[in-house]
């Protein structure tokens, strides 16, 4: 199995750096929407720091996963040991 990248962003931006890569994060094309449930309460007393909670609501992805020959071989082994070791004491 032979899997090559199609992005060369890696390759153009070396040694990686945290900056770098949040810029690319920060440049992608994502929207996003606020639905107002509770009305805000505001306390007007001035303070240094503000508490905010977040709920987000990630719609699931498909990911493929082809496992390389020796993860099979090695589960392939499991099972067999697992099944034939019980059948053996």
Excluded: C
């Excluded at 770098?20 to 094309?29: K, P, T, V």
């Excluded at 505001?42 to 992805?61: G, K």
Aim: overall charge negative.
């Amino acid at each position: 199995l032979d899997v090559r990248w199609s992005s060369s962003w890696l390759s153009q931006h070396e040694p990686l750096r945290v900056q770098d890569l949040l810029g690319a994060y920060a440049s992608r094309n994502e929207t996003a929407s606020v639905e107002l449930s509770v009305p805000p309460v505001w306390e007007y007393a001035p303070r240094d720091s503000f508490r905010i909670e977040v709920t987000l609501d990630v719609p699931s992805q498909p990911v493929h996963y082809v496992p390389g020959m020796w993860e099979v071989l090695k589960f392939a082994w499991v099972q067999y040991v697992a099944f034939l070791v019980p059948i053996w004491w």
